[in-house]
């Protein structure tokens, strides 16, 4: 039982060697499917770290009277920034609104010849209100709208919960989407592994039937297949790696740029998740090949 | 050693390949197996080593009925059975010692065994001086000795010759008509399956001739009749 077991593993090495160009068309297709699945988990990562960004951008201002006293506005930001929901406040002060939307509306010649025209300061002062989570933002808004003083100016936050409704409700799309996407694409790249490996043991039939014909039994004349199988998803995993790692370090400083003082690191994600990324890609790919040789050699060699 | 009790065989309702076959091979014997193409000779050999199933009748192998043979015991009817084929049917990626090493393997053979007997069967056939060659390296005469030697490697009781030199020049096929006859004469029944007239008259041995599925003549010091 174990020479047999043993001879296989030989047969299969032998195989593999002695048919190396089938042997590495073979594993590029592995290389390239996964290479392709791999890519969908960096789209899915960019893709919710952009969705994350956007919802952080998502803040509520509360806004004051113009002659609110600024010890009472530093006593109410006290307050605001004590709650459980809140992350962070921020005071923007009626000089510094001005300053900002001078510097908003440089290019715009009229909107400042209007604000020359008024002569004074028509901005309130702001607190700029930044949530722990989107979760929170109801819990928030009902905070907000019980506190008590005199300083507030307005407080309307009906407009936030629309904008925050709709984003959630194109990101819940998106996400859905891109589900369907994803499970379209890795259905389609696992049939295309399942079939390079039928083809690639079809090549094998005549010598599967000499096999049979000589008197070996069924198993004995899969198990080199399915060692093969094992063999070529370990390189192609291996050379997945490999190619992958240059790749995403390549990637990374166009990642930063674009999401400027936002923490996406793609090299970081892969290599703390490494083993399940990885190796859940090695135990599906190797199931596939797996079974696709054993249905292909059990069709040729029913002599 | 062979015995086929009114064996029928139909790929179709109108066709029948076998048509009623009485047979019985003493062990020993040197068969020649005669006719024409499509007359049922190919069909023999695969109800023979249980490529095909009969449809009715008996077919018994050295006291083993073989008639209603399950897929599991097939490859074990082959091991006692060496066979030979017109297309030699070598392992092409396997060198010829390998070649011949397999059916032992099969079996699970131990290494050292198999170290000793493949050369020893290589010598039989003239080949020991290319044991580490491929089959697309050797001629064709070569190819069909290789497959005489994995036939040869269980020490069959039976060997099945199905067209053994239907790929052949003629001095190849004198060479490989003689090593049949020599590994006749240890004692191995020897089957051969051909259309040539000429192997079948030299031989001067038993000729069966078989014509549209049904044995039409059975001589013991026969001749090739069609």
Redesign the interface.
């Known amino acids: 039982m174990f020479i047999s077991f043993f001879r296989a593993i030989k047969f299969s090495i032998q195989d593999v060697v002695r048919n190396i160009w089938l042997s590495l068309v073979t594993i590029i297709i592995l290389v390239l499917t996964l290479f392709t699945v791999n890519m969908l988990l960096v789209v899915k990562v960019v893709g919710q770290t952009a969705v994350d960004t956007i919802k952080e951008k998502i803040d509520v201002n509360l806004f004051l009277k113009t002659d609110a006293p600024e010890d009472h506005i530093e006593a109410l930001k006290m307050k605001i920034s004590s709650l459980a929901e809140v992350k962070s406040v921020e005071y923007i002060s009626k000089d510094q609104a001005m300053e900002e939307f001078r510097l908003r509306h440089q290019d715009n010649p009229e909107i400042l010849d209007a604000l020359k025209e008024l002569g004074k300061n028509p901005l309130t002062p702001t607190l700029v209100i930044k949530p722990k989570s989107m979760d929170v933002f109801d819990s928030l808004i009902n905070q907000l709208n019980i506190i008590e003083d005199d300083i507030i100016e307005s407080r309307n936050f009906s407009n936030y919960k629309t904008m925050l409704e709709k984003i959630n409700a194109i990101t819940e799309k998106v996400s859905n989407a891109a589900l369907v996407l994803s499970s379209i694409f890795i259905f389609i790249t696992l049939l295309v592994i399942y079939n390079s490996v039928r083809v690639a043991i079809y090549t094998h039939k005549k010598e599967i039937t000499i096999m049979r014909l000589v008197g070996a039994s069924n198993w004995f004349i899969q198990l080199p297949y399915v060692f093969s199988s094992i063999i070529y998803t370990l390189f192609g995993v291996g050379a997945v790696m490999l190619i992958f790692w240059p790749f995403l370090n390549l990637l990374q400083p166009y990642l930063e740029t674009f999401f400027v003082s936002y923490n996406v690191n793609l090299v970081q994600y892969f290599y703390g998740n490494v083993l399940s990324i990885f190796g859940i890609q090695f135990l599906v790919a190797a199931a596939i090949n797996i079974l696709a040789s054993l249905i292909a050699v059990r069709r040729y060699s029913k002599i | 050693m062979i015995q086929y009790q009114n064996v029928i065989k139909s790929y179709t309702k109108d066709y029948k390949a076998l048509n009623n076959i009485n047979l019985h091979i003493k062990p020993g014997e040197f068969v020649s197996i005669v006719g024409q193409s499509g007359t049922g000779k190919t069909t023999l050999v695969k109800t023979l080593?249980g490529?095909e199933k009969i449809d009715d009748g008996k077919i018994i192998i050295g006291g083993w009925d073989v008639t209603n043979i399950g897929q599991?015991e097939i490859?074990?009817?082959?091991?006692q059975i060496g066979?030979i084929?017109q297309d030699f049917?070598?392992?092409?990626?396997?060198t010829l010692f390998e070649n011949v090493a397999?059916?032992m393997?099969?079996?699970?053979g131990?290494?050292a065994k198999i170290q000793k007997i493949v050369p020893h069967v290589m010598k039989i056939v003239g080949l020991e001086s290319k044991m580490h060659r491929y089959p697309m390296e050797i001629s064709g005469g070569e190819q069909q000795r290789v497959a005489i030697a994995?036939a040869l490697v269980h020490r069959p009781k039976i060997l099945l010759a199905d067209e053994p030199t239907g790929n052949l020049d003629s001095l190849n096929t004198n060479e490989i008509i003689d090593l049949l006859l020599r590994i006749n004469k240890f004692g191995t029944t020897v089957l051969l399956v051909t259309h040539n007239r000429e192997v079948v008259n030299n031989l001067k041995r038993r000729v069966i001739t078989i014509d549209g599925g049904q044995i039409v003549s059975d001589q013991e010091n026969g001749k090739y009749m069609l």
């Open positions: 080593i490529e599991r490859p074990v009817l082959r091991r066979v084929f049917k070598l392992l092409q990626k396997k397999f059916a393997q099969v079996c699970g131990k290494n994995r």
